[in-house]
Structures are given as C-alpha cells and as structure tokens.
C-alpha cells in the first residue's frame, strides 16, 4: 500500500485572507486535518483555516497535543506520541495536513514533530506561510530591513539587554515584555509593536511608550537603531 505524506503548511498570523493558493488547496484535499491542539475549538490555527477553507470543517481531525511546557521529558513524551500517531494514520496511505500558525519553519510545533515522522519513514513536506513578524512589518507600514541591514529574530524577552545590542532592526517574539521595554529604553532604540496581528483584536503601537507592560501573548515588537 503506498504511504500517506505529512504536509506542515503555515496558515499565517490571523488574517485568513493571507492564506497562499496552496496551502488552501493542501487543506481542501488533504484525507485528514491534523491540529497541535487537543481541542480544534481552542486552536487558534484551525479557527484560521475553517475561515479561509469552510470545507476543512468537514474534515475529519487528528489532534497533535503540544504542550507548552520546559519540561523536556513532558514534551519529547508528547512529541513521541505525536509522530506514533500521525504515522499510523499515514501507513494506511492517507495524506496529513498538519496546520501551524505563520511558517512552519519559524519557532512552529512542526519542527518537532516532522523529524520524528520522516526518521519513521514517511515522506514530510514543508508548505511556507507568511510570518507574524513579516506581517507586522506590512501593519507598520515599515520595512524590516534595507541594504545591508542585518535581521534577528529573537524569541522572548530573556537576555534582552545582550540581544538589544545587535547591530541592524531586532524582532522580538513574545517573551518577557517588561525586561525587553527596559532594555530598549536603556539602549536609546526606538521600537514599534503590533499585538494580534491581522486579527480583529489587532493593536499598533508606533512609539515605545505607547507598548503596554501587559500586552497579550502575540506581541512582536521591532527595534531599529538609528531610525524614528
């Protein structure tokens, strides 16, 4: 019997709109959904590609759990567990899309997920989608970077003070938001954020001080140097 194949495709920020042709046309005729969440009602993911594809409601749905833990013996349990199931799914020749938020390259569940399926011997393909980060960048109005600029994506908000200091425009995913403000006010950087991005809960803050201490958990904040 010929063997499924895994595809991780990025269904974007938010904005279902900013699905790309393929990744709809993957979740359209893909035989089973596959989402990082025990509850499809709770994934945030899932909500994004039933707006963009209403079909996919009508999919049946393999639920992934990712915990969000540092509990590394928590997660390579879930993740084990993860792989054993969608590769039992794919042994009986049914393809997979398993649905992340943005780009399943960049900081997604995916990538944890996607070693352990094809070290089992299944075919995995990765399917791009547009960043959060990017996608804050058009909100801005601002490009990320020009010329020879350098670009650094940096998780959180830990070891703020050492990661402002790069040179060119720093991204900064989530993380420990009070720490990450500090550290650029210390630094004399300007900085702009969104919160939500292309969601209807979306907030743009064009000044550093406009940046709430408690913004929510989708938060990229975008420090330049030298710029206004």
Partial sequence: MKKGILYGVGVGPGDPELLTVKAIKLIKSCDILAIPHRDSGECF?????????????????LPVDMPMTRDKAVRDAAYQAGAKAVSKVLAEGKDIVFITLGDPSVY??????????????????????????????????????????ELHIIPGGKNAN???AFSGTKVFMKGDLPELL????????????????????????????DIPENAGYYLVTVVKENEA
């Avoid at 993911?45 to 749905?61: G, L």
């Fill in 162 to 164: 050492d990661n402002i």
């Fill in 45 to 61: 993911a899932y909500r994004i590609a039933v707006s963009a594809v209403p079909e996919a409601k009508n999919k049946p749905i």
């Fill in 108 to 149: 997604s569940t995916f990538s944890y997920l996607a070693p352990q399926v094809k070290n089992l011997g299944f075919d995995v393909v990765w399917v791009p989608g547009i960043t959060s980060f990017c996608a804050s960048a058009a909100a801005l109005g601002s490009p990320l970077c020009t010329g020879g600029q």
């Fill in 182 to 209: 500090d550290a650029i006010r210390k630094s004399g950087q300007k900085a702009q954020a969104v919160e939500n991005c292309s969601t209807n809960d979306e907030r743009i803050y064009h000044k550093l001080d």
